[in-house]
């Protein structure tokens, strides 16, 4: 049983632009909100049961078409479908059979307290028929999650899409980039570039920050100014077709990198390219984040961050006030997308098909232990987006530069903030 995603209030009575629950829209397609689809089988065949709004002349006249009962039908392939009103009548004689419901307790409490009531009312109906009810509750993702993992076909073509806008996002904010602008400005030009290349917004707040803001790991204020001499990390990526991108690159605001800066910047991506070059399938995550930080430890010892043996650093966990975060995360309907959630996402085997993120960082918050004084206040972070395929991995943003020279050409040849 999925839920459709509850509408999010953005202020007194208006709500924010509808996103569909990820697990709903992998399974139906459906894209309304206020709808519930039941999955089950009847014998060995599988069916679809969808409560969805009713038509509504008015109500729509306000917020657009609502396909229905019947549009549920023809258009989605429903089995049955209802009105949304009809659920609690109705679950519990689809309840009746099953012994075990998927579900996600505790997301929403009147959807809760909902389900619980179908299922005292499914074992009243059960007793009478001599069969079973759900006795067991599962969260949908100890199953949906090992589903997503794998992208089909067409799955990957709209991560090449999502990842094409981002990227495109991602190069027009560098090339606007300039001191004395606002790290609003680029917000608005990366806003801007999702659009315009055919997603539908950001995927996730976008993270603009500069100088010390770059230490911020979620930053998302975006409203100080660009410094000359400061860097400046952007991790941003679309919404396309339901998908997400996700990149992070780094720059100097000026278009040149300091000697300091540079050293830290090339750091971050050896490690991230030394990550990459360690996919492939059969390996895991874990394998992958613990090149990226051996790499770190040994660009942090170069920078004369650190001393000592480069694995008793790791084991000790030397490198965590540098670089506190994890090297890659799962991407698809969710930035964060769904896993198993019976094993660590670290010791997942990799196979063709899997999309994730490389993001490798160095952070050197201001008043940070061991932290050298000429370093303090830089952070950095470069990512990208992989597929696994077959014999290694494939960059699904390699069109973003990252080498050094390469951003140095790009930052500030464009026109500027899209509001000249």
């Keep these: 049983m999925l839920p459709a995603s509850p509408r999010a209030r953005m202020a007194h009575d208006i709500t924010y632009r509808y996103r569909p629950d990820p697990n709903l829209y992998y399974l139906t397609g459906w894209e309304e909100p206020e709808s519930v689809a039941v999955l089950r089988l009847q014998g060995d065949e599988p069916t679809l049961t969808l409560f969805v709004r009713p038509r509504d002349e008015l109500a729509e006249t306000w917020s657009g078409r609502r396909l229905g009962p019947q549009g549920a039908i023809e258009n989605f392939g429903a089995d049955a479908a209802y009105p949304i009103g009809d659920l609690s009548a109705k679950l519990p004689e689809l309840l009746v059979g099953v012994d075990t419901l998927h579900f996600a307790l505790g997301r929403q409490r009147p959807m809760d307290d909902l389900v619980l009531a179908a299922v005292e009312g499914a074992r009243r109906l059960a007793r009478k028929e001599r069969t079973v009810f759900p006795y067991t509750i599962v969260h949908p993702e100890a199953h949906l999650g090992a589903m997503r993992l794998i992208k089909d076909?067409?799955?990957?073509?709209?991560?090449?899409?999502?990842?094409?806008?981002?990227?495109?996002?991602?190069?027009?904010?560098?090339?606007?980039?300039?001191?004395?602008?606002?790290?609003?400005?680029?917000?608005?030009?990366?806003?801007?570039?999702?659009?315009?290349?055919?997603?539908?917004?950001?995927?996730?707040?976008?993270?603009?920050?500069?100088?010390?803001?770059?230490?911020?790991?979620?930053?998302?204020?975006?409203?100080?100014?660009?410094?000359?001499?400061?860097?400046?990390?952007?991790?941003?990526?679309?919404?396309?077709?339901?998908?997400?991108?996700?990149?992070?690159?780094t720059y100097p605001v000026n278009g040149r990198f300091t000697n300091r800066q540079r050293q830290v910047y090339e750091v971050v991506l050896e490690a991230e390219l030394a990550a990459i070059r360690a996919v492939a399938p059969g390996t895991t995550l874990g394998a992958v984040h613990h090149v990226a930080c051996r790499r770190l430890i040994d660009g942090l010892m170069a920078l004369e961050v650190l001393a000592g043996d480069p694995e008793e650093l790791l084991s000790q966990s030397a490198l965590a006030p540098f670089y506190p975060h994890q090297t890659s995360h799962w991407l698809g309907l969710d930035v964060h997308d769904a896993a198993p959630l019976d094993v660590q996402t670290a010791d997942i085997e990799l196979k063709p098909g899997m999309v994730f993120t490389i993001e490798p960082g160095l952070y050197f918050p201001a008043g940070a232990e061991g932290c050298p004084a000429d370093l303090a206040g830089l952070g950095v972070r470069i990512e990208d987006d992989i597929l696994v395929t077959s014999t290694g991995c494939e960059v699904l943003t390699s069109a973003v530069p990252k080498a050094v020279e390469e951003v140095e050409r790009e930052v500030g040849s464009g026109k500027g903030p899209v509001q000249e």
């Design 153 to 249: 076909d067409d799955e990957i073509a709209a991560l090449r899409r999502v990842c094409d806008t981002t990227a495109a996002a991602q190069l027009a904010a560098m090339r606007a980039c300039r001191p004395g602008m606002n790290e609003r400005d680029l917000e608005a030009e990366l806003d801007y570039a999702f659009r315009r290349h055919g997603g539908v917004g950001p995927a996730n707040p976008s993270i603009v920050g500069s100088g010390v803001n770059a230490t911020v790991l979620h930053y998302d204020r975006n409203d100080a100014p660009l410094r000359d001499g400061d860097l400046v990390l952007v991790d941003a990526g679309a919404d396309q077709d339901h998908y997400k991108g996700d990149i992070s690159r």
